[in-house]
T-cell receptor, first 111, second 114 residues
């Protein structure tokens, strides 16, 4: 099993839709989780951090399910500008901070 | 405040040539990272430096060397480039302050090895 797995998509949704992505991770000892956004041919940028059960920021909600070892990202009222690749990042537990990235989930929001 | 800068932005090499990718950050962060990103793949960690004077291998270190020249700069060297090293290379630094834990990425270097 890969350490961090994501459905690559693409998820193709109309403006205004609600869409959710999941990310599963293998290391049950991991304590922190992140969602990064990457626009085409650009660098990734932090979207949200998840430390406990969840986090909400405007239209974006991230949730953590430790029992099933996955995190989710929910986007409500999708905008055209939300079109991007969403990367799940799970630092491996241990002495050094070694972030492991999922392959990303592609979202396309159309008019 | 430039954040994380990388040079060059684009580079074409022939097999066997060497080059150094430069990365600098002006945010006084201790930790810095080098990743490569290939089509359809996530970012894979090549090397990282937890603090000035230390470097460690990541997931895919073969064919690369690094130098943490000082707190600001972390360079990646390809001694003998191979076509398999064609990729986009991202440098990042990490801010850790209380509950704030963020990686800041440079704009990337697009490398083609012929």
């Amino acid at each position: 099993r890969k350490e961090v797995e994501q459905d690559p998509g693409p998820f193709n949704v109309p403006e205004g839709a609600t869409v959710a992505f999941n990310c599963t991770y293998s290391n049950s000892a991991s304590q922190s989780f992140f969602w990064y956004r990457q626009d085409c041919r650009k660098e990734p940028k932090l979207l949200m951090s998840v430390y406990s059960s969840g986090n909400e920021d405007g239209r974006f909600t991230a949730q953590l399910n430790r029992a099933s070892q996955y995190i989710s990202l929910l986007i409500r009222d999708s905008k055209l500008s939300d079109s991007a690749t969403y990367l799940c990042v799970v630092p491996m537990a241990g002495g050094s901070y070694i972030p492991t990235f999922g392959r990303g989930t592609s979202l396309i929001v159309h008019p | 405040n430039a954040g994380v800068t990388q040079t060059p932005k684009f580079q074409v090499l022939k097999t066997g040539q060497s080059m150094t990718l430069q990365c600098a950050q002006d945010m006084n962060h201790n930790s810095m990272y080098w990743y490569r990103q290939d089509p359809g793949m996530g970012l894979r960690l090549i090397y990282y430096s937890a603090s000035e004077g230390t470097t460690d291998k990541g997931e895919v270190p073969n064919g690369y060397n690094v130098s943490r020249l000082n707190k600001r700069e972390f360079s990646l060297r390809l001694e003998s480039a191979a076509p398999s090293q064609t990729s986009v290379y991202f440098c990042a630094s990490r801010r850790l302050a209380g509950v704030v834990d963020t990686q800041y990425f440079g704009p990337g270097t697009r490398l083609t090895v012929l």
